[in-house]
């Protein structure tokens, strides 16, 4: 480096002091701060802002992708009516596109950058996976997480700031597999499981009910999407049910594959996999039309735990008119009542904290008082200072063109050995109010 | 019972990576470049097909502009990108179509959308029955092999038994004297990359039919055709049908027995053996350079 | 003081120490989000800077710089597993250590290699290594990946830190920090290994392998030895980037990340580390510009998150078209004919060559 090039990198680094000086932000001005209460972030008087991440492109976007837009739509309902306490709800989407990887970037933008209030739904098991330490130590409130891993729930004193929503997998494996006990007690059963703990806690689940009728297990990297070897091995084992732990695009490939290897065996398919709208259409495209679109799912089972599109339910006829006054493109999708149902619980959340929200004051108000607050959902929540774990049960249902019947009462039960018992606390007869706003009371 | 289904799933697939490879040959062979790009060409022919199809119009009016598309695709490439790059510097070439991978993956993901979307096949998606026993062989896999056999031995009447395919071999073998001769070079070259790229439209429609598509579905035909090319010898289009076909085996037999996870690096493992063992690949007839 | 003005070597060594301090306090200003910003860059630039050399100075054309990003990732991430710690120092040398062993054993290969067969190889490395993770789920962890826990900042250097800037060090300013100092000695090593005699040896290499060979000069070790230092760059990248992150995963590390990093090298000019840094500055901060700007033209949130890879790609065949030496190795011998307006031929081969004295 010759002298001329010494005295050019001083002479750099000077000026980049100073344009350090013009770019730079110093400590976040936008933090909001903390009153006296507690942290104000993404709060002002008019507005509340929620971030949240989401699959819009990428193997798990068919479906998933949809999610965001239910929210949305319940958030401008909301703000239609003036907001929560005087307070309009923002909503901003990121697109990780199922990978951890950007995930981890795209809730730093939201967190840092934006100063978000609270992230809401973020989708994924493998993608929040890699977030949740980073939200709890930044103390966000990580609310109702779109993703069944026990994770979000099981230890509060390490996750306090987090907390589930959906039924997690492993009651939902425990469900099916006394399901299959008591009605398929012959049935040689093969599992269907993605890699990581959607299929791992669905396993651990089902084992605990139906661990000696289980024939053989595959596996599938969510990405990969030939999975002609995983089904031979479950047609070599002469399974006659499957239970699918998987998202929704392999749904519509292992329907099409075992289809091309000539396997029809009785398949049950989580919850978050089995919409059969989605699945029918991409399996008529395959198919050419062969497979109908709405036949596709017939015959298969799943479990449920909110109602969903078609069913006579006070619920479905609030989201259909929510979809109708502020919906985008498209109709109503059980993806996207999913999406609302979340929506709806946390503005019932934003009710019961009252004026003076901070964060520590939502996630005290859901942990105390949300199981109490009227809901779509089939069995209550179980929150509470031990557990953050969402949706206490379901009930098994029968896929029969793009609705479901109904095949058991609404079963609850918790993580561990707990048992299975029928739902006394007849939470899903619970209507919402009429003008589809919450009107919970503010918690004291 | 699983052996053969394996064996037979690596064969059809084999052929598709035939196909892929013999384009690359084919533009190896004219212009002395490896065509990094060929794999998100074909994907972007297959989502005009898409298109097409999805508006209304049958599979094969689609199978078709596809393939037109690939014709027009390659030319258009060669006319207007490649023509102008600085061969004596060898990497300028590979960053060209690399840099043209990364191009034609973001259009198609502006232009199409990055959600993975099903294209429809051509035949019947169930296995054959033979005996009481399912085949994994479909009508659509004996589709995929008679198509990728007739391609290549139309090809192969074209440059054996035409002027046009006397020109192109002649510009592939020597440019200056060909030009020289009178040959109309610069025609030559366009139709080699039009080929080419017809070519592997039609591998990218064959690994499309009866499967999800989205703008990264034929990256990893890429690495698996350029080992399938070098296998064979890039300068042997016979060589990059063995080649393929030996890769679409060996990689099932790695997948059905050993994981999905592994397939990659059996690949590489492959190529580096036969780099380091015959670098000239299988059937090659060129001297390497020993230094 | 002259004597240390005088040498090459001093000379940068004291240039890098003022850089150094100068980075301190300016990242301490900056704010949190600002500050990955900057350690993102930072990873970046010593990933380009390892494969500017490589393919700039050395000749050989490595498409698969991601998968050693990822084995450096991956090596950070497992000594951070289930709450175990280590000092920063420990966790970045095995970094370099474990992906160097694995360049080696690559180098080895490729070194044999010409041209289009390297790019190949590196291709199928820079597939291969990411489904490895995915198949061996549970030392990997799969798909989903390994999480990685923040580092705390060690209380002597935040002491240290505090008594400099008076403020306390969060841990994205402490990995900014770790990252740029990082950055400016390997850039100090790369700069002094290509002026040195090795150096001019990968150029030989590069430029005439026949009389490389005739002057003595052994073609395998010269190509080894570069590749394996490459490596290394982009291996200790990867423990950064895991560390900043807070993620190892497959999807990180992609196909399209060895080849983004290959157009921002060349984009910035082969075998400069201006150009390197230029171009991971580039790689960081051009989505956002371009996301907006796409935007603002009326496309969807996911058409305009796609134009910053067509802009990249774009502006690479365009450099690699007109402009070869991409943007330093033409700016800078441009500037040089401004301000020397005496013909030279040393500038004829500069532009050529790309390179700077």
Known sequence: MSRNHLRAALAASTAAVVLAGCGAGGRDASSGGDSEGGDTTGVTDTTISVGTHQPLTGVAAPGYSEINTGMKAYFDYVNEAGGIHGRKLELTVKDDGYNPTNTSKVVDELVLKDNVFAILGGLGTPTHTAVVDFLNKEEVPDLFVSSGAQLWGNDPEARPWTFGWQPDYEIEGKIMGQWIKENKPNAKVGLFLQGDELGGDGEKGLRQYVDDQIVERVEYASGNTDIGPQISKLKASGADLVVGFNTPSYTALSQLTSMKLGYDPTWIYTNVGSDPKLAGELLSTFSKGKVKGGGALDGAMTTEYIPGVGEESPWVDLWEKVWKEQGGKGELTNYRVYGMSQAYLFASALQASGKDLTRERIVDVIEKDAKNWPGPNLAPFRYSADSHLGISGMRMAEIKGLKTTPLTDVLVTDIGDAEITKDETDVAAVAPPKDGLPDVEVLK | ?291 | MRRIVSSPMLRRGLAAIALLIVSVFLIDMLSDYRQSQVSSVAYLAIAAGGLSVLIGLNGQLSLGHGAFMAIGAYTVAKMLQDGKEAPMLVLLVAAVIVTALVGAIVAVAAARLQGPYVAGATLALAVAVPALAVHFRDALGGEPGLRVSSPDVPTSIDDALFFLTGTETGTSQWLATVSVACLVVTFLLLRNLSQSRVGRQWRAVRDDPVAAQLAGINLGRSRIVCFIVSAACAGLAGGLMAMVTRVAAPSGFTLILSLTLLMAVVLGGLGTLTGALIGAALLTLLPTYVTNAGSSLGLSDLQSAELAPLVLGLTTIAVVLLAPAGLVGSIAPALRRLRTPSTDTSVTTTITRGEQS
């Open chain 2, 1 to 291: 019972m699983q052996l053969i289904n394996t064996l037979l799933g690596g064969f059809s697939v084999g052929m598709i990576y035939a196909a892929f490879a013999l384009a690359l040959v084919l533009i190896w062979q004219s212009t002395r470049i490896v065509n990094f790009a060929q794999a998100p060409m074909a994907m972007i022919t297959t989502f005009i097909a898409l298109k097409v199809i999805e508006s209304g119009a049958s599979y094969w009016i689609g199978f078709t502009v596809a393939l037109v598309a690939g014709l027009v695709l390659g030319a258009l490439v060669e006319r207007l990108v490649i023509r102008y790059v600085d061969h004596d510097n060898h990497i300028n070439p590979v960053i060209l179509t690399l840099g043209l991978f990364i191009v034609l993956h973001a259009l198609a993901a502006i232009v199409f959308g990055s959600s993975f979307r099903s294209f429809p096949a051509a035949f019947d998606l169930t296995g054959i029955k033979v005996g009481g026993e399912t085949l994994a062989l479909t009508p659509f896999s004996i589709f995929t092999i008679l198509v990728v056999v007739a391609v290549m031995a139309a090809l192969r009447l074209l440059f054996m038994k035409t002027d046009l395919g006397l020109t192109m071999r002649a510009t592939a073998f020597n440019r200056e004297v060909a030009s020289v001769l009178g040959v109309k070079v610069n025609r030559a070259l366009t139709l080699g990359w039009a080929l080419a790229a017809l070519v592997g439209s039609l591998s990218g429609l064959l690994i499309a039919g009866g499967g999800l598509v989205h703008p990264a579905y034929m990256d990893g035909v890429v690495v698996y055709g350029f080992v399938a090319a070098v296998l064979g010898g890039l300068d042997s289009p016979a060589g990059a049908v063995v080649g393929g076909l030996v890769m679409g085996i060996v990689l099932a037999l790695v997948s059905g027995y050993l994981g999905s996870g592994l397939v990659p690096l059996a690949a590489l493992i492959v190529l580096v053996v036969v780099l380091l063992v015959r670098p000239g690949g299988l059937f090659s007839t060129t001297k390497e350079r020993t230094v």
